[in-house]
């Protein structure tokens, strides 16, 4: 017969539970009492070095264990680990200017920089975001170079509001240049810069030692050009994803402006000079 006396095991719920311990990172601190989970050593931290804390018990007594060793606050399992370390000086921003202390968001200025696409934005955001929020530069996409004239007439250049763009392959005789010339003899010619980089796309202007390269490839006319970087580099390149995968890529391996090819970061400072020079 089934006693219902003997349905709670109480020796089951002393069963040591299965799997890893989850233990809560704790920065060492002088005088945090702590408890080493195999010896039960309790004492309190007097140091740490080489991979060691130090810990002193009531007594006076000091031992030094592993950093790596399980330990217990208050019966709590936790991984001791360095505190870190805060930087001296001032700090920089990607782009190497130096970082400005925190404060309230700036309402954007009348003045704007306009790039061909999405990536360029991508692109001059990480590097130069910090210093384009300080100054209240916003940073939009013309979506071609062929547009450039239109949205120009939208925008409406002239004192104040000031228009700096950021062309590809703005070279003698291509097609932006010609796109350039004319702007610059328009009506809204005094108020806008117009400047370029030399290479084929914004791609380009990251260092090819990023990713694994000495140069970049020279691509063959009848092969999209983006496709074809794609296919050097053993990636997909076949689908609108497959393109946006590799920039991704490619954009992660900028870190700062010493990532960029110089021909693109003078531009860029050049660029934000000119829509700032009347905030």
């Known amino acids: 017969m089934f006693d219902a ?23 060492l601190a002088r005088d945090l009492v702590v408890e080493h989970s195999e ?11 080489e991979g ?10 000091v031992r030094a264990f592993p950093l790596s060793d399980g330990f217990l606050i208050d019966g709590e399992p936790v991984r001791l ?36 696409g999405k990536h360029d934005a991508e692109l001059v955001e990480q590097v130069w975001g910090d210093d ?11 979506q071609g170079a062929d ?6 007439t939208d925008f409406r250049p002239g004192t104040g509001r000031r228009a700096g763009v950021l062309l590809d392959h703005l070279v003698p005789r291509s097609k932006e240049s010609r796109i350039a010339d004319a702007i610059a003899r328009g009506p809204h010619g005094a108020h806008v810069l117009i400047v370029g980089h030399p290479f084929v796309d914004i791609w380009q202007a990251v260092k090819p030692g990023r990713v694994g390269l000495e140069a970049w490839p020279t691509i063959p006319r009848s092969i999209e050009w983006k496709k074809g970087i794609c296919l050097a580099l053993g990636w997909p390149g076949d689908e609108p994803a497959d393109i946006a995968d590799a920039w991704s890529r490619i954009r992660g391996r900028v870190r700062n402006f010493r990532d960029l090819e110089p ?6 400072e050049h660029l934000i000079d000119f829509v700032t020079v009347d905030a």
């Open 81 to 116: 680990v360095m505190p870190q370390r805060k930087p001296s000086g001032r700090q920089r921003t990607a782009s190497g200017s130096f970082a400005a202390a925190p404060q309230r968001a700036r309402v954007a200025m009348p003045s704007r920089i306009f790039v061909e």
């Open 52 to 61: 060691l804390v130090q810990l002193e018990d009531f007594r006076g007594k």
């Open 263 to 268: 021909e693109l970061v003078g531009r860029v």
């Open 39 to 49: 010896t039960e050593w309790c004492g309190a931290v007097v140091g740490a070095r």
């Open 5 to 27: 006396r003997y349905d709670d095991d109480p020796l089951a719920k002393m069963k040591p539970r299965r799997g890893p311990v989850q233990r809560r990172e704790v920065p």
């Open 132 to 142: 384009l929020r300080v100054e209240g530069v916003v940073v939009e996409m013309l």
């Open 147 to 152: 547009n450039l004239a239109d949205v120009l």
